[in-house]
């Protein structure tokens, strides 16, 4: 397509509502994203019925790179107040160092003692992913006593490592009172998608 046809497009797209235009027989093989002005137009004034991913230059489409997941049934207890490594480790190592990371993890939290609570946060190495102080989510025992047992406690977060170097993902659990449980005989499952370009 020659300059001036493409200035004809653009005059077009300056002149009328972009909502009731449909264009079907333009051809993009040769149009790059550089190209084209969106500085009024928005995704839904565009019907792109047979326009597929592979026509466009100099877009990026994001995608999931790779999936990690791994599972413990074993139990992990606790009785410090500061968070501890239960025994749910994750490992992966990102293909490029602009990847995002997205951490899906999911286990059973309890605590043997009225009045305490266990909480759980998902930790890259030493840094917290969570809240400092209640992680991503906790349970507590009532007053009675009677335990909200192996409560199902699943948390999602996304990270940025930046680095093309194996990486782990674990969850750590720490209790205001008693003796918590991360497990307690239950599946626990954590799984980890790379998403990039």
Request: one cysteine or more.
């Amino acid at each position: 397509m020659n300059d001036e046809l493409l200035n004809v497009y653009h005059d077009i797209g300056n002149t009328l509502n972009m909502s009731t235009v449909t264009i079907r027989a333009l051809s993009v093989s040769t149009i790059t994203a550089t190209s084209i002005t969106t500085t009024s137009m928005t995704a839904t004034a565009i019907v792109t019925q047979s326009l597929t991913a592979t026509s466009i230059s100099g877009v990026a489409l994001g995608k999931i790179r790779q999936v990690v997941c791994g599972k413990t049934t074993s139990d992990f207890s606790t009785t410090q107040t500061t968070f501890q490594t239960s025994n749910l480790t994750v490992n992966i190592t990102p293909g490029v160092a602009t990847s995002s990371v997205v951490v899906v993890a999911c286990g059973a939290l309890t605590n043997n003692t009225s009045g305490q609570e266990t909480d759980a946060a998902l930790f890259r190495g030493n840094t917290n992913l969570c809240d400092s102080t209640f992680g991503c989510g906790a349970t507590r025992v009532d007053a009675t006593g009677m335990t909200l047992a192996n409560v199902l406690s699943c948390f999602v977060t996304m990270d940025a490592p930046s680095a093309v170097v194996a990486t782990g993902y674990q969850i750590k659990i720490k209790v205001s009172g008693g003796t918590g449980h991360f497990g307690n005989s239950a599946t626990q499952n954590m799984c980890l998608f790379e998403v990039g370009v």
